[in-house]
């Protein structure tokens, strides 16, 4: 059996990423810097296990990174020892300021956008695509808010994910959302195979973490904060399962009750690795040579250069060892005067100078 071309591509799936922002940050200003923060990290750990940039759409309603409040320009820390800028040197933002609306959001999910709208801010998903969409912002009972001008509710998105299956842009649906009341976002969907998950129940507040007095700010949500740590131990070939991911954050870490919805999935959440979603390693070669299919190997590997037979192994990146940086002490900082200290103590010492010799000898001081 031969073939002229072996071509070998693979729809690995797109993701939405949103503080709230799709992955989505739906929220602006200084005070939301862990929005911001929460978005970039999710989207930092997808990179990590495999997932290219073509195949996030990245929304983040405010930049953080060059905010005038930020004291260190051009970073956005998820952790208070600002051991782990998860703003990098490699960040793609599709969609940024005042892109990020309900509308756009929905055109992304659905496909519905102009013909001139580049790839990097399409869905460029199908019916084998698993889709993984993260969600961060301020809500409420049934509804998230976007820039705090406008909402999205749970109707108008379990509607625009019922479009996504009869387009059949998913084959699989992965939704998280870290907000207050975030479970009544998942309440209305009635599509096939979606999974859910989300921070808090109907009536709880979704707590922030990692308060930063440099900042100013608190720079991520709890449950994100935990469900990160969860996934930095994960690698591409990882067999942990999805059972595992619903127990990161119970209510003793959270403060609020986290919650998941499976009745719409298909498989058994048991058997569904979390790198169905997260990540992604596929080996691909292409070639425009002639190849028999049913070569000896032993034959075909000795025609290979000797110095590719040699080459090492592949082996998967370190991990970034983030369960250390959690829990290491907070560097000592270098100890400088207090504003006004050397005026003050050669006020002192005038003083002083004055008290045991008088006016007459005060020009001696100078």
Known sequence: MQCDRLFLSFTVFNMIFFPSFPKVCTSRFWFNYRHVANTL??????K???IPDSHIVLMLADDMACNPRNPKPATVFSHKNMELNVYGDDVEVDYRSYEVTVENFLRVLTGRIPPSTPRSKRLLSDDRSNILIYMTGHGGNGFLKFQDSEEITNVELADAF???WQKRRYNELLFIIDTCQGASMYERFYSPNIMAL???QVGEDSLSHQPDLAIGVHLMDRYTFYVLEFLEEIHPASQTNMNDLFQVCPKSLCVSTPGHRTDLFRRDPQSVLI???FGSVRKVEITRETISL???IAGFESKLPKDELATEPLKYAEQL?????IHQKPKQKDWHPPGGFILGLWALII???FKAYGIKHMKHVF
């Open 41 to 46: 990290s999710v989207y930092r750990s997808v």
């Open 275 to 277: 790198t169905d979603f």
């Open 198 to 200: 989300a921070s808090s």
């Open 351 to 353: 003083i002083v100078f």
């Open 294 to 296: 049913d070569r000896d």
């Open 48 to 50: 990590r296990l495999g």
């Open 321 to 325: 060892p983030v369960a250390q940086i």
């Open 162 to 164: 019922e479009q996504m």
